[in-house]
């Protein structure tokens, strides 16, 4: 008997019993559909972080920051004062800052290109053409390439511009994200003397939300932010020293990061790459995929049982014509072949059909939530199917249904001809 007629065989003595053989083929399918749900989420998730890495910043610098140097404890008694200490006041207090030797000391770090250094301009307000004023926080110099845009392009390093979210253009007055684009907005600055001055900045472009929480600020380009600072730290009567809140060291080779960092903690500064930022997100995705193929894996092992329980009696029931098969001549090999494929097709139906439907479902949930709750992140798709993967959950299935159905198999190809003949 050829492969085909053995093939032809089987997929006909799968359905001799619908009852038992489409209860095992559900089995099959609940754990199938579910693998393929959860591979879907993590393709489209990670695909969503990795565009995110590339608009969240260069993928080969380095983001230095000063951290706050440990002294020995004094009793819970006032710091000493260092007078060569940068510091920066946020929302939380006070930190400690980046001054031009800390920036000398990063560009001489070998593997470091060039430092681009980060000012903290914290602008008084911003004012429309038609005299509407809001709060302003401003975001990192958006020069990195990548930036996730609706409308309009990245500021020009040397220019008076910035990005502004989407979420900004209806409260700034636009109709649109496109109409946005190229109009003019005040940004207005006091300095040290308390003497406002107004800064006209063309908005570029219009940007995306995203997981990492960027793109939710205005961003400007490293002239403005620049131009910004100098007028923000102007007006005193004594010299201000120059300090950032953060560096962006560019680096020859990203695989040098390691060894960068632990030389920028040496001196008591901290380096992340954007991987290290955002790798979190990625870690917390892939758990949470990993928790759920559990329970699909668990429930094909119990679908297994199934196949094992199916063809075991199968097995009993067909005894007397498994010895008249190998009474005519059918090797062992070849009615442990026989079983085998009938457990591979039961496999590879509960996989086919639950992979299917899974990318079907997948699908319009990941079409419904885009139009709807997740409307604020563009370009996640919840559900991504990579065709690669859904092939390889439909081979691994096929294989586990080809292991369970390993005993019944074997215990046909034993079967002896004359005692099979006389089974009642």
Request: net charge negative.
């Amino acid at each position: 008997m050829k492969f085909v007629d053995l093939l032809r065989t089987a997929i006909g003595n799968t359905f001799r019993s619908k009852a038992r053989t489409v209860l095992t083929v559900i089995a099959i399918f609940i754990g199938a559909f579910t693998l393929t749900l959860t591979s879907g989420v993590g393709t489209g998730v990670n695909d969503y972080i990795d565009k995110t890495v590339a608009g969240f910043g260069d993928q080969k610098s380095i983001y230095v920051q000063k951290v706050e140097e440990q002294t020995a404890p004094q009793d819970d008694g006032p710091r000493e004062y260092d007078p060569e200490e940068s510091s920066i006041q946020t929302g939380f207090g006070s930190t400690s800052g980046l001054n031009n030797d800390d920036i000398e000391t990063i560009r001489n770090i070998d593997g470091v290109t060039s430092v681009d250094p980060m000012y903290m301009v914290a602008p008084t307000y911003l004012e429309t053409s038609d005299d509407k004023k809001f709060q302003l926080s401003l975001g990192m110099p958006s020069d990195a390439e990548g930036v996730q845009l609706e409308a309009g392009e990245v500021p020009a390093r040397e220019s008076d511009e910035m990005l502004v979210p989407a979420s900004w253009v209806a409260d700034l007055g636009f109709d649109s994200n496109e109409a946005a684009v190229g109009e003019t907005v005040d940004v207005v600055m006091t300095n040290m003397a308390g003497e406002d001055k107004a800064f006209e900045v063309t908005i570029s472009g219009v940007s995306q939300a995203s997981l990492a929480g960027t793109s939710l600020t205005p961003m400007p380009s490293s002239s403005l932010n620049e131009k910004l600072y100098d007028y923000q730290s102007s007006g005193s009567p004594r010299d201000v020293p120059d300090t950032y809140f953060m560096a962006v060291a560019n680096v020859e080779n990203i695989d040098d990061a390691g060894r960068i960092k632990s030389q920028l903690a040496d001196e008591n500064m901290m380096g992340m790459t954007v991987e290290d930022q955002l790798g979190m997100f990625r870690a917390v995705i892939n758990a949470i995929v990993w928790i759920l193929n559990s329970f699909a894996i668990i429930a094909l092992l119990a679908a297994g049982f199934g196949i094992v329980n199916t063809l075991l009696m199968s097995v009993q029931e067909r005894t007397r014509e498994i010895g008249l098969m190998k009474a005519l001549g059918m090797s062992g090999g070849k009615v442990f072949g026989l079983f085998s494929l009938e457990a591979i097709f039961i496999g590879f139906l509960g996989s086919a059909i639950g992979a299917a439907l899974g990318v079907v479902t997948g699908s319009i949930i990941s079409s419904v939530l885009s139009n709807g709750l997740l409307e604020g992140l563009p370009g996640l798709n919840l559900f991504l199917f990579d065709p690669v993967k859904t092939v390889l959950i439909i081979l691994s299935v096929m294989v586990i249904a080809f292991l369970a159905g390993t005993i019944p198999a074997m215990r046909a190809a034993r079967q002896d001809p004359i005692n099979a003949l006389r089974y009642e």
